[in-house]
């Protein structure tokens, strides 16, 4: 994608899709001084070429840096690797660790992707070695540290986690920790003392931590970890901890809050009367909104990347709401982006709270949002159509503006008559997206509104193309002022 409208040059995939079936494999097995086990995983595939992610994890003492090798049995090359340095000669592949993941403590993990060429078939490595010792999934000393806890106490994480956090987001419970998928998903809560434990799982993602409405902590695919906040008043505090990135290909933990010692973990924050979900594409999720550059490597687009200042985040605090931001880079409603991942789109992974589980479904529960916001078709409609595609340009219109009206209607069965819909249109799909709001207009539903996008003093300023900070908060105020113009009800 070299081309720089701003129109045309939109959406492609942060890292990776979501796992195809049969294409994950685990590596394990057994080394003397150094422990490690990894999991590869083939993304995505398509003529020629594909997607992978390799997920290392330190079962051995702790590292300042590592370097992860392997071979392909079947020719194929590597052609752009993000989150690990990656270089290849003849069939071995050398990856070695970026400057910010480099250290791994013991059962810490890195993860990292690349885009690969093959020709034939495509089997996943048969071995994989760091820092030249084979991965079998087990050491022969044990490690000295079985905690990966960073700069507090051992105390472990409460039982029931939600009974202390407050979310509004797609989780599924999962024994002791809680499991999602989806960018933007926040965890509330209320302590008393001087500091405060979070409990995570995620190699994959990057969150934010806020204490008393203040971020006072990034977590880089923190991996598993107690990360603790020391040195606050002892007095009652609000946390609210985020998740800022896109991980299609990876479900996330979260294991709780976990107070200090002489703390206590409070009653959680209650959750909001007003509910709102937005629907869409990396124009949503925030893809890249706090770059420098518009040119991004792909570690550039997962660090630069934060959900919480997209227009849904900041529109929905706007309004008191709880929220939803659910939304895939690289999706349309029909067709992905260039015709990516033929036989899947948007819709494909809607239901589903964890997107890497094929089949999984969510129950909304007490979900019923009072506003839901759509805005997908830039994918559809931003790239020519590739010889091999199934559409002809007027049958890829048809079929968008049919596909667009049945996932309203969805939403609608779904969330009931009372629920705003909001399509939101831009650039070469507005009109559909209106036709599709009249028609539904015409069949009775008079709560699907048409909002169209103002670019104007956008600046396009984020990773490839997409919106910057500024201009998510220009989305937000336009966005908010149309909403107010609204009965919602609430």
């Known amino acids: 994608m070299n081309t720089s409208s701003p129109r045309t040059r939109m959406l492609v995939a942060v890292t990776a899709s979501t796992v195809l079936a049969g294409t994950a494999v685990a590596v394990a097995a057994h080394a003397a001084a150094v422990g490690c086990a990894v999991t590869y995983a083939v993304t995505s595939q398509w003529t020629s070429g594909f997607g992978a992610s390799v997920e290392l994890r330190n079962l051995g003492e702790p590292l300042t840096s590592w370097t992860l090798t392997w071979s392909f049995g079947a020719g194929q090359q590597v052609t752009q690797a993000w989150n690990s340095t990656v270089t290849q000669s003849g069939s071995v592949v050398t990856a070695r660790n970026a400057t910010w993941n ?13 885009n690969g060429s093959w020709n034939g078939s495509n089997p996943a490595p048969a071995s994989f070695a760091l820092n030249g010792t084979t991965c079998t999934g087990g050491v022969t000393s044990p490690s000295t540290s079985a905690s990966p806890s960073t700069g507090g106490p051992t105390s472990q994480p409460p039982v029931d986690v939600l009974s202390q956090a407050h979310t509004a987001g797609r989780v599924k419970v999962n024994g002791s920790t809680v499991q999602y998928s989806w960018p933007g ?30 971020t006072v902590a990034t977590l880089v695919t923190p991996g598993q970890t107690t990360r603790w906040v020391n040195g606050l008043s002892d007095a009652e505090h609000t946390v609210r901890v985020v998740k800022r990135s896109e991980s299609p290909w990876s479900s996330s933990e979260f294991g709780g809050f976990v107070a200090a010692p002489g703390g206590a973990i409070l009653t959680k924050p209650a959750a909001r009367t007003r509910q709102t979900e937005f629907i869409g ?4 999720a925030g893809y890249g ?24 985040a900041l529109t929905a605090r706007r309004l008191s709401a709880d929220y939803q931001v659910n939304a895939i880079s690289g999706r349309g409603m029909v067709r992905n982006y260039n015709g990516g991942d033929p036989g899947t789109d948007y819709r494909t992974y809607y239901d589903r709270a964890l997107l890497n589980v094929a089949g999984d479904v969510w129950n909304p529960g007490t979900w019923r949002p009072q506003l839901v916001v759509v805005y997908l078709g830039t994918n559809d409609f931003s790239t020519a159509l590739n010889p091999g595609e199934p559409w002809t340009a007027d049958s890829l219109v048809a079929a968008y503006r049919g596909a667009y009206g049945a996932f309203l209607q969805k939403l609608r069965t779904r969330y009931g008559a009372n629920t705003t819909i909001v399509a939101v249109g831009a650039g070469n799909f507005a009109d559909y997206v209106q036709q599709v709001v009249q028609e539904r207009a015409a069949a009775g539903d008079n709560r699907v509104r048409y909002w169209a996008i103002d670019g104007t003093g956008l600046d396009y300023l984020g990773c490839h193309w997409h919106y910057s900070a500024r201009d998510h908060q220009l989305i937000a105020d336009r966005l908010s002022t149309y909403i107010g113009s609204l009965s919602l009800g609430w």
Not at 102 to 114: D, I, K
Not at 281 to 284: A, G, K, Q, R
């Open 289 to 312: 909104n706090t770059a420098t550059t518009r040119d991004c490597a792909g570690d550039q687009v997962n660090r630069t990347t934060n959900t919480d200042i997209s227009y849904g």
């Open 281 to 284: 594409d990396s124009l949503t």
């Open 102 to 114: 480099g250290t791994l403590s013991t059962n810490g993990s890195a993860s990292f992707g690349f």
């Open 185 to 214: 998903v926040y965890f509330e809560g209320r302590i008393r003392g001087t500091g405060v434990g979070i409990a995570l799982n995620d190699p994959a993602a990057d969150y934010d931590v806020q204490v008393d409405g203040a």
